[in-house]
């Protein structure tokens, strides 16, 4: 059992390796935001590029309403992991 919660534990921090990896490719091949309206915002590359791809990822209106939850859900299991390991020795 207590290997099972060692790799939840492991595959918790997935969501932050694919939010700073995205961040990193974002910043050097740029990043461009098309909308169904035909609006499209042009590519950005540098710090914008991750500015406009963070706000495209928490936007309530957008992917924040899965993205949010799975991190709350993330940092809450990591931290109960960790008092709990804490707490054994």
């Known amino acids: 059992m207590k290997k099972i919660y060692k790799v939840i534990f ?14 990193v490719k974002c910043y050097f091949f740029g990043f461009e935001i098309v ?11 540098g710090v914008e590029a991750m500015g406009n791809w963070l706000w495209f990822l928490f936007s309530f209106h957008t992917l924040g309403i899965i993205t949010l939850p ?8 990591q931290i109960v992991y960790l008092k709990k390991c804490l707490r054994k020795k």
């Open 10 to 23: 492991v595959v918790s921090f997935l969501p932050y390796i694919y939010i700073i990896f995205h961040l």
């Open 35 to 45: 909308m169904m309206s035909g609006l499209d915002i042009p590519l950005s590359y």
């Open 70 to 77: 799975i991190l709350f859900l993330c940092i809450f299991y």
